[in-house]
């Protein structure tokens, strides 16, 4: 008897917490973000790219496709090559998370990676590729490839490793 009340008590108690509510919503400074980029320009671009950041970290992948789609079309438009690698880059990562064609994710990705290569190296450079070097992992990894996918790991974070030393300098410096 005691053990059905115990187990009828933690039902009621978790009851609440599995019923709580699913409906995402962008944070409001993010749509601020955008309403305040309403041109498809470069800022509506970058704009775009941080909504896509927080959901991808928020792990939203499927509200995400309405910023992926936008961005892929403002890429084309603006012709700017790291707006599209980006752009490829958050493609490949939706078709990855939302469960589809993994090979297409990687085409997707690796387009990200040729662009971003010829990009000068800078901060914003640096960090997308280590996006890219990560993602592709992810695509290896699915296709049971775990030494291409390790590879890949372990050079977005030599790049990273790279990129925090540089900064780090550039800190001292300024002190």
């Given at each position: 008897m005691?053990?059905?009340?115990?187990?009828?008590?933690?039902?009621?108690?978790?009851?609440p917490l599995?019923?709580?509510?699913?409906?995402?919503?962008?944070p409001?400074?993010?749509?601020?973000l955008?309403?305040?980029?309403?041109?498809?320009?470069?800022?509506?671009?970058?704009?775009?790219?941080?909504?896509?950041?927080y959901?991808?970290?928020?792990?939203?992948?499927?509200?995400?496709r309405?910023?992926?789609?936008?961005?892929?079309?403002?890429?084309?438009?603006?012709?700017?090559?790291?707006?599209?690698?980006?752009?490829?880059?958050?493609?490949?990562?939706?078709?990855i998370?939302?469960?589809?064609?993994?090979?297409?994710?990687?085409?997707?990705i690796?387009?990200a990676?040729?662009?971003?290569?010829?990009?000068?190296?800078?901060?914003?450079?640096?960090?997308?590729?280590?996006?890219?070097?990560?993602?592709?992992?992810?695509?290896?990894?699915?296709?049971?490839?775990?030494?291409?996918?390790?590879?890949?790991?372990?050079?977005?974070?030599?790049?990273?490793?790279?990129?925090?030393?540089?900064?780090?300098?550039?800190?001292l410096c300024?002190v």
């Amino acid at each position: 008897m005691k053990t059905h009340l115990l187990i009828i008590l933690l039902i009621l108690i978790s009851f609440p917490l599995c019923a709580q509510e699913t409906d995402f919503r962008v944070p409001d400074s993010l749509i601020i973000l955008l309403e305040e980029n309403p041109d498809p320009d470069q800022k509506r671009a970058e704009a775009l790219i941080t909504i896509l950041q927080y959901l991808s970290i928020e792990r939203h992948y499927f509200e995400s496709r309405p910023y992926v789609e936008e961005l892929a079309v403002l890429a084309d438009e603006l012709k700017d090559p790291y707006i599209k690698a980006a752009s490829d880059l958050s493609t490949g990562c939706l078709i990855i998370e939302t469960g589809n064609d993994i090979k297409q994710a990687f085409k997707s990705i690796n387009n990200a990676f040729i662009i971003t290569s010829q990009l000068p190296k800078n901060e914003k450079s640096l960090s997308l590729m280590v996006k890219i070097y990560n993602s592709m992992g992810v695509c290896h990894s699915l296709l049971g490839m775990e030494a291409d996918a390790y590879e890949c790991y372990i050079k977005g974070i030599e790049i990273n490793d790279k990129h925090l030393e540089v900064i780090i300098r550039q800190m001292l410096c300024k002190v």
